[in-house]
């Protein structure tokens, strides 16, 4: 039986991209499509699986698209619901809508560091002083209608955020 998948994707840091196109055929080898170079996954060097290992790892400063949800499990995202309101926190588990985020602080009122007007700024360069931050629980489910990756600038802000007391 002769079978082709194929996953399209791009993903960047803003300054630098790279797009990439998997085969495979019955054969069961990977091929790999970086700025329009061929590569077997097969016979990759060290150092272009050191390289493709760093643009995948939890925590780098690549924002993956196209190739599923999943593949932000482990990153730190701002997280939109209907419900629940706007959450900050490492994406545990994705099934559906479903979510856990771990280390989750609620977003109660926020405000841009940068003058801003919504999440994905938030997301970009992190919360003004004025912001309302809940203490971090150690998880929450919800229903995420909105993930958005957050950059290290803004994961270090967050982070640093005081907890607002009323």
């Not at 082709?4 to 840091?13: F, I, L, P, V």
């Not at 329009?36 to 698209?65: C, H, Q, R, W």
Request: charged residues 25%; aromatic residues 8%.
């Amino acid at each position: 039986m002769q079978g082709r998948a194929e996953n399209n994707a791009s993903w960047g840091d803003g300054q630098h991209s790279v797009a990439k196109t998997v085969e495979r055929s019955e054969c069961s080898k990977f091929i790999l499509t970086m700025k329009g170079t061929k590569m077997n996954l097969d016979d990759l060097t060290i150092g272009e699986a050191k390289k493709l290992a760093e643009l995948f790892a939890p925590g780098s400063n690549y924002i993956v698209a196209g190739i599923g949800c999943n593949a932000m499990i482990g990153k730190k995202c701002i997280f939109r619901s209907y419900a629940s309101g706007v959450h900050y926190g490492e994406l545990a588990e994705k099934d559906g809508k479903e979510v856990i985020i771990k280390n989750a602080r609620r977003l109660w009122y926020w405000k841009t560091t940068n003058k801003g007007i919504s999440l994905s700024e938030v997301a970009l360069a992190g919360l003004a002083k004025d912001s309302k931050v809940c203490a971090p629980v150690d998880a929450i489910w919800l229903e995420a209608i909105e993930i958005i990756p957050c950059t290290k600038e803004a994961i270090k802000n967050i982070e640093a955020a005081d907890e607002y007391k009323a």
